[in-house]
């Protein structure tokens, strides 16, 4: 019996450099794809090491403490990084107030950028990536442009000069291990018309970095607090270089993501009882919580009337569009159509920051099915687009994935909701699984 031949000795000529070529081809994308870094595809948001910085006194006299971030080393013990990387998470996000770095001397200088390479070290030490994310200071309740005083301006100067400062620190712990994100939120304009726009300072600071740190990733943004409808007027050639990542906010439908915030628009404050999708509830249902809230709320110097007159109508409105999955896709078609205009590579663009308050009443959450619903249908609409994704946050406050923040896990339905496991170690653990949901 003749022997068979090999599959490729079988091929035509033609057939043999075509598939030469396309072996080629994944071989050049497998080298490349090696030496791009980080992949930053599922992660979350760490407050607890330099979010917060401690303070001293009042008002105007309110000022930074000596050490801003005591608890910064300390608070790796809060969290399992190992037991997290084998849930599925692949990085972290840690952002950090760059306010007591401009204010501090250079011994607290030296402090945090030393206190903020070792929490890098530890959570890269488990296999996980890091993204830092440098925070304007809000000691006083500036917003973020305050510090953007045009590209001689004396607040963006010493700003730019302590982004140079993180960047070089981050830079030896290798492009493997760390990106930099250079502001949060910019500013509050998709575009300022008049003026310097936020593109101007970003590619002073991204030329600044690349002399210091040439192969430190970077994460972009745009105007709009990074909100798509900032991200999708951004057009700088930044965009095409792979040592740049672009980092996208997403908090839609805003009835939904933000009821019960209290530092957004006071209508937000007393609303409640938004399900997700809405057809997972009733508008009755949400109006009566959201009637009844409102009459135990403290709100001074707002009109209460007013504002729960315009809560009832973002609640009619929500549920006569049938907010839900559907939305949700029409923003990320928006993204979509901008990648394929700008040419971005889908394995450059990250959501790093969604995320959804807990309803709570009497301390107690309730309906944290449609929180996992919507945790669900963001995560999975962005990975099928090929994006990464960051979640706001890991652990603290309303956005936080833990069902209380003295537990040592996630909760298990969140994040089998974001498509990761719980980890082994927390099987059985939670008798609580479930409990605060409808």
């Not at 004396?154 to 070089?168: D, G, Q």
Request: a neutral charge.
């Amino acid at each position: 019996m003749t022997a068979r031949k090999p599959l490729f000795q079988m091929m035509t000529r033609h057939g043999r450099l075509f598939a030469l070529a396309i072996l080629a081809l994944l071989f050049v994308h497998s080298e490349f794809a090696c030496a791009d870094g980080p992949g930053f595809r599922r992660g979350a948001t760490l407050v607890e090491f330099f979010q917060f910085p401690a303070t001293t006194g009042e008002g105007e006299a309110k000022s930074y403490a000596a050490p801003a971030y005591p608890d910064a080393r300390a608070a790796l013990a809060l969290f399992d990084f190992g037991a997290l990387r084998r849930s599925g998470f692949d990085h972290m996000r840690v952002p950090l107030d760059i306010g007591p770095l401009m204010t501090g001397d250079e011994r607290q200088r030296r402090q945090i950028i030393a206190d903020l390479v070792a929490v890098v070290d530890e959570i890269n030490r488990h296999g996980l990536g890091v993204l830092v994310t440098l925070f304007p200071p809000s000691l006083h309740h500036e917003l973020p442009e305050t510090y953007l005083d045009g590209l001689d301006g004396p607040k963006f100067r010493l700003y730019s000069a302590m982004v140079e400062r993180v960047a070089s620190a981050l830079a030896p712990l290798g492009r493997d291990g760390v990106a930099l994100e250079p502001m949060n939120e910019p500013q509050s304009k998709c575009r300022v018309r008049f003026g310097t726009d936020w593109t101007a300072y970003q590619q002073n600071m991204v030329e600044r970095i690349r002399a210091i740190a040439p192969n430190l990733p970077l994460f972009l943004t745009g105007g709009c607090w990074s909100n798509i409808e900032g991200i999708t007027v951004l057009d700088t050639d930044l965009l095409r270089d792979r040592r740049n990542f672009v980092s996208v906010h997403f908090y839609y439908p805003f009835l939904f993501t933000h009821q019960g915030a209290t530092w957004t628009a006071p209508y937000l404050a007393g609303t409640i009882g938004v399900p997700f999708p809405a057809s997972a509830g009733s508008i009755d249902d949400t109006l009566w919580l959201t009637r009844t809230r409102f009459k135990t709320l403290a709100l001074p110097g707002v009109d209460r009337l007013a504002a729960e007159a315009k809560a009832e109508t973002e609640i009619d409105r929500y549920f006569r569009q049938g907010q839900g999955p559907a939305q949700i896709e029409q923003w990320m078609d928006r993204v979509a159509d901008w990648q394929r205009r700008e040419h971005v590579a889908s394995d450059r663009i990250v959501f790093t920051e969604f995320g959804a308050m807990k309803q709570t009443i009497s301390g107690v959450e309730i309906d944290r099915a449609s929180r996992a619903r919507w945790l669900h249908d963001t995560s999975s609409a962005i990975e099928r687009h090929g994006w990464g994704w960051t979640a706001f946050v890991l652990r603290d406050g309303p956005f936080g994935l833990y069902d209380y923040e003295s537990d040592r896990y996630p909760d298990p339905q969140l994040l089998h909701a974001l498509g990761l496991h719980a980890p082994r170690t927390h099987a059985g653990a939670s008798s609580r699984e479930g409990a605060s949901s409808r």
